[in-house]
Nanobody, 126 residues
Framework: QVPLVESGGGLVQAGGSLRLSCAPS????????KAWFRRRPGKKREFVAA????????DYLGSVKGRFTISRDNADDTAYLQMNSLKPEDTGVYYC???????????????????WGQGTQVIVSP
């Protein structure tokens, strides 16, 4: 069973927007820190954004600051990634992750997050 399920990916033109969602499956993760990573074609998976359990602490990859917004709704136990002004270089598979030790913190390292989704494809055409 995959612990996290992403949705909202798709094909969009450059300058467009997408909103990714991440919901748990079989878990309650309201106290977990959550993050988004991506794997762009030909590149290693990289950190995109992270949020602590109550949304008070947030961090972003430099190249997405001002364009992407991470948020969470603990009532639904769901995390979101609002992506605006998308660029072709944002194309990739986007993964949601959750970390029990990241409750009050955010971290860019993959090994801080023990629960992962299977990813959702984002394609940004020129």
């Amino acid at each position: 069973q995959v612990p996290l399920v992403e949705s909202g990916g798709g094909l969009v033109q450059a300058g467009g927007s997408l909103r990714l969602s991440c919901a748990p499956s079989g878990y309650v993760l309201r106290n977990y820190g959550k993050a988004w990573f991506r794997r762009r074609p030909g590149k290693k998976r990289e950190f995109v954004a992270a949020i602590n359990w109550n949304g008070a602490t947030i961090d972003y990859l430099g190249s997405v600051k001002g364009r992407f917004t991470i948020s969470r709704d603990n009532a639904d136990d769901t995390a979101y990634l609002q992506m605006n002004s998308l660029k072709p270089e944002d194309t990739g598979v986007y993964y949601c992750a959750a970390g029990g030790l990241m409750s009050g913190l955010v971290d860019v390292a993959e090994d801080k997050y023990e629960l992962w989704g299977q990813g959702t494809q984002v394609i940004v055409s020129p």
